[in-house]
């Protein structure tokens, strides 16, 4: 019989209402959902023969029993169960724990298949695996599933192979001839056939090239499609800016822009003034001058009639960037407004006023602007610093007011290429990849835990020169109340050590916003002196006079966060050090500290990362963004997910894709995305 993939898994011989709901409970209904359940590895049951098998390697070999089983009880359901067997011209002790059972099935001159460590001094197999008999009988691979105990590994392998057997012929086939032959990549059936029941493990490669490929094309086309359909169908506003007043507003600031900052401004003006809606990453390493790129595109659009929105993931960044733009905006005749969730009832009711009817042009804060009764009367552009999770929730926001402003993330750390084309492959990329003149590098040194004393006297030489300096507390698991005790105790400790000469303050994320913000300002304007901090200083702080960072527990830290840390010093033209202390104890902490100190370079830094700790903890778990594959990995893929990104581009400019049956799926997966018809997932 043969079934239609879409058929329901208990069309399967075999598989009655209980099995049914078993496999539902694996999120299986379908045969097609059963064949993409892929195995994560297979159990390799190839003969070998133990004269080349090394001492503690697992072998699979056939034999011959030639003792009568013994067995040695050990006390409650517990045995030892011993045999000799003949494989080839091997005498060999093979021993069994705890399956005594086997016994009938081991008398003396059978032939049985058995599986397990090889001990090679004392040539004794501890079995883990037994077949009656001889090799013949049982596959050379065989296929382990992730089945989170809700059905044996015997019975979901029976399942795929009846079904694999029903649906031979059935498979609509995504990839067209021309791919497949190009990249040498088996068709539909062939390569389920390969991943499921391999032959050799040349056979699971091929196969999942197939299906990682297909997996990365889907992604894309769909990234692309999405970024097509915005700029042809999605109306966003042309923003006519005053030309002259943008040269004026940055012939004013305090300083020249980097060649990077013109570059970024331009890219940034050009999509400012056409109609497609901006919807744009902006990286940009720690220090690289991200925000002043983002006040010249907003004044841009404000001189246009509009107003702009920029939204920072802390009080404490959102409040200096406030201050920071005031300063350069307000003499410029623009009325910024700041709005966070400490602000007080009547002065939030004031400013939405104001905001509504077009009073203010420019509104900072924290994710306070999402809320839905901040009402923008003419919302241009909205920049998003340094968390792109808030972004994409209020875009979602504003359009669902019925608005469509240009929208610009600007990222916290460097991302790598191949994470950027995965999670951010539906929007245009800028960046900003020069630091500021005058900067010097940030000398950084490991030092072991035991250390601190002599770190305590280079701080006090950096204090003594009028510096300021930051202590980075030890972070203990996930327990923000642990790290507040350290922070206090930190706190406490320096506070004696530099009794009397220099004020130490204390920052951590318990404290009430008012405090925060008014340690914050002491430590901005020189009245504290050693700030001790949780990690909540990581984002975005801006004080140029600190020069001296000191992090406990260094290993704790992934290296872009790190490097973020980093990256409150080094700020302003003198040399600033950082220490990071730290006694780690894997190969993969030392390489990561060797790596700080050897560079300071955030894209470096980045790719390293992504390196040694693989994607999901590239981003953090909450605010991840990276969309979830089934096959592929985009880190270790890295060549397919390019090789799928640049023919997504060209097929979507081919008429094949648009007009061959071959292409259909690939093409109706497109129109399923919404990314034709306009209807965008974010
Ligand atoms: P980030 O990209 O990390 O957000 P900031 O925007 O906070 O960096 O800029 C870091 C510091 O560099 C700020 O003090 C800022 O005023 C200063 N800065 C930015 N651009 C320049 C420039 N072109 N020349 C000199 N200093 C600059
Ligand atoms: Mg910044």
Same mark, same amino acid.
């Given at each position: ?143 382990? +599933? ?71 094309? /889907? ?21 006519? +800016? ?35 809606? /901006? ?240 340690? /914050? ?141 071959? +292409? ?19």
């Amino acid at each position: 019989m043969t079934l239609s993939i879409h058929d329901s898994v208990t069309t399967i011989k075999g598989v009655g209402k209980a099995a049914g709901e078993q496999l539902e409970a694996l999120g299986v209904s379908t045969l097609q959902d059963l064949f993409m359940t892929f195995p994560y590895r297979h159990e390799d049951f190839r003969l070998k023969d133990l004269t080349e098998t090394p001492h503690n390697e697992r072998v699979t070999i056939e034999g011959r029993v030639e003792s009568e089983p013994s067995i040695l009880f050990l006390g409650k359901n517990r045995s030892r169960l011993q045999i000799r067997l003949l494989a080839g011209r091997h005498l060999v002790k093979a021993v069994f724990f705890n399956q005594h059972y086997l016994k009938e099935r081991l008398s003396l001159g059978t032939i049985v298949t058995v599986t397990g460590k090889w001990d090679r001094g004392r040539q004794v197999i501890n079995v883990s695996n037994f077949k009656d008999g001889p090799k013949t009988d049982q596959a050379d691979f065989e296929p382990v +599933y992730s089945l989170k105990g809700v059905m044996h590994q015997k019975t979901f392998r029976r399942f795929m192979r009846s079904a694999l057997d029903a649906a031979v012929g059935q498979h609509a086939e995504s990839l067209p001839a021309d791919i497949r032959e190009m990249y040498r990549l088996p068709a539909i059936g062939n390569g389920l056939e390969m991943i499921h029941f391999p032959t050799s493990p040349a056979d699971v490669k091929h196969a999942r090239r197939r299906f990682v490929y297909e997996e990365l094309l /889907m992604f894309q086309l769909k990234m692309l499609g999405m970024k097509k359909a915005r700029k042809e169908a999605e109306k966003g506003v042309a923003i006519d +800016y005053d030309l002259a007043k943008v040269k004026t507003f940055i012939a004013a600031l305090p300083f020249e822009l980097t060649g990077a900052q013109k570059r970024v401004v331009n890219e940034l003006c050009g999509e400012l003034k056409s109609p497609t809606r /901006m919807n744009r990453l902006l990286q940009g390493d720690v220090g690289s001058g991200k925000t002043v790129v983002a006040a010249i595109a907003l004044y841009a659009a404000i001189t246009a009639g509009f107003q702009g929105a920029l939204m920072a993931p802390t009080e404490i960044l959102a409040e200096q960037h406030a201050s920071t733009l005031a300063e350069w905006l307000e003499p410029h005749g623009i009325t910024v407004a700041f709005l966070a969730g400490s602000t007080k009832a009547k002065a939030r009711r004031d400013l939405l006023e104001k905001l509504e009817s077009g009073e203010v042009d420019l509104l900072i804060g924290t994710h306070a602007l999402i809320q839905p009764d901040v009402i923008f009367k003419n919302p241009g552009l909205v920049i998003t610093d340094e968390q792109h999770r808030f972004g994409v929730e209020q875009r979602r926001v504003l359009r669902d007011k019925g608005l469509n402003p240009d929208v610009l993330f600007m990222t916290a750390t460097p991302i790598p290429r191949t994470l950027a084309i995965t999670a951010f492959g539906e929007m245009d990329v800028s960046i900003l990849d020069e630091l500021p003149a005058g900067r010097k590098l940030i000398e950084t040194h490991w030092l072991k835990e035991d250390s601190l004393l002599p770190v305590l006297r280079k701080m006090e030489n950096e204090l003594s020169a009028g510096r300021q300096a930051y202590v980075i507390c030890p972070l203990i698991e996930e327990s923000d109340k642990l790290d507040v005790q350290n922070a206090v105790d930190v706190h406490s400790q320096l506070s004696t050590h530099f009794s009397g000469k220099y004020t130490v303050g204390l920052m951590h994320g318990r404290l009430h916003s008012d405090d925060k913000d008014a340690i /914050m300002r002491d430590f901005s304007e020189g009245k504290i002196d050693v700030l001790v901090s949780t990690t909540v200083v990581e984002v975005g702080v801006n004080v140029p006079n600190a020069t001296f960072m000191l992090i406990y527990d260094a290993t704790r830290f992934g290296l872009a966060q790190l490097h973020q840390l980093r990256g409150r010093v080094g700020r302003g033209a003198e040399q600033s050090y950082c220490v990071l202390l730290a006694d780690p104890k894997t190969e993969e902490g030392k390489e990561r500290m060797q790596t700080m100190t050897e560079t300071n370079d955030g894209f470096v830094l980045a790719e390293k990362d992504l390196e040694l700790r693989g994607a999901g903890d590239f981003f953090g778990k909450k605010q991840s963004g990276m969309p979830e594959f089934k096959v592929a990995d985009p880190v270790h893929d890295y060549r397919a997910l390019e090789t799928a990104r640049k023919d997504a581009e060209q097929l979507l400019e081919s008429r094949h894709f648009w007009e061959d049956q071959e +292409y259909a799926i690939l093409r109706s997966h497109l129109e399923e995305s919404g990314a034709l018809s306009g209807d965008r997932i974010d």
